[in-house]
């Protein structure tokens, strides 16, 4: 992707690069129309690939969020065949509405600046196990995780879409000292955790025996990787960012919704697991003050179809 990058600027000017056909402009600005014609017929052979590919693995994810009652029900159904058709239909129908009525310009946007966001919460991840709040604080790392983001993204977008005002300028500058104290702070107050992820339990399997590679300059480098990515945000249309508020908005509000409603009642969480020609459905009851009770349920593979897990292929 980056040597295709660097073809394409040492070909045209990054200001004259069309953002609909990017290499067959490119190639017809230069006069070779065989180029431009090959690299225009790859465009279109490989865009129903990329839709097919995003049908196939939407609904999986529908399914993950629907497991852990995220989602409703329905998405965890799967046919007789192991497919999951109500996760797909939805998902194409979804899909196809947008494509439809959302303006490629906006969904573009939108859509880069989800990926920029993923990114960040990686990075914000990264700091969560390698560092740990005070005893005396215990949700600090995580409060001034929250205003370096904020504050952060304030600052980008001050620089890119109103540095050429005076107030612009003067904001920009405040925001920024902020920024460096917010990373001071996480710096000197919260300590490196023993090791990694602290007193968190991690699913996942560690091994001691082998040398992981660690990233060195922790909170440094996921800070700065931070402010690139706000940084690449703020290039954005203010309408593609307005979008991503909407969406974090709208995301962050159900969560917390389901949090909640979680936390004040009781509820049961399903897991299923393959055995001896049969599939084992395990009901984990779990009150109030995280006592679970499991109680296992032997049944027929075939008679338990809508509630085995799809193959994973």
């Known amino acids: 992707y980056i040597a295709a990058a660097i073809a394409l600027t040492g070909m045209q000017h990054y200001t004259e690069i069309s ?16 180029a431009s014609q ?3 017929a790859g465009e279109i052979f490989t865009l129903p690939v990329v839709v097919l590919i995003s049908v196939i693995l939407q609904p999986r994810l529908q399914y993950a969020l629907a497991r852990d009652e995220l989602l409703p029900p329905m998405f965890c159904e799967v046919d007789h065949k192991g497919n ?6 939805f998902a194409g129908g979804l899909m196809s509405l947008i494509a439809t009525f959302v303006p490629f310009e906006d969904l573009d946007d939108f859509v880069s600046a989800g990926i920029l966001f993923a990114f960040t919460i990686t990075n914000s991840s990264l700091i969560v196990m390698r560092r740990q709040s005070p005893t005396y604080r215990p949700r600090l790392l995580g409060q001034l995780l929250g205003v370096f983001n904020v504050v952060s993204l304030g600052m980008c977008i001050s ?3 109103a540095w050429k005002y005076q107030w612009g300028k003067i904001v920009a500058l405040l925001l920024t000292m902020l920024t460096a104290a917010s990373w001071a702070l996480i710096k000197c107050l919260c300590p490196p955790t023993a090791v990694f992820g602290g007193n968190r339990p991690i699913a996942s399997t560690w091994d001691d025996e082998i040398q992981y590679f660690s990233t060195p300059f ?8 931070t402010i690139f990515n706000w940084y690449l945000v703020a290039q954005l249309e203010m309408f593609g960012i307005l979008l991503l508020f909407v969406y974090f908005i709208l995301s962050a ?16 969480r399903r897991r299923f697991r393959r055995g001896r020609g049969s599939y084992e459905e395990v009901e984990v009851e779990m009150a109030q003050g995280g006592v679970e009770r499991a109680e ?3 049944g027929d593979a075939e008679d338990d179809h809508k509630v085995v897990p799809p193959p994973i292929t």
């Open 218 to 225: 922790v909170p440094l480098i996921p800070c700065l990787g």
């Open 253 to 268: 509000g159900y969560y917390f919704y389901y949090r909640s409603k979680k936390v004040s009642a009781p509820h049961r």
């Open 19 to 34: 953002s609909e056909s990017g290499f067959p402009e490119a190639f017809r600005a230069r006069g070779v129309m065989w």
């Open 84 to 89: 999951l058709r109500k996760g797909v239909l």
């Open 38 to 40: 090959l690299t225009a």
């Open 296 to 298: 296992q349920k032997g």
């Open 159 to 161: 620089f890119v879409h």
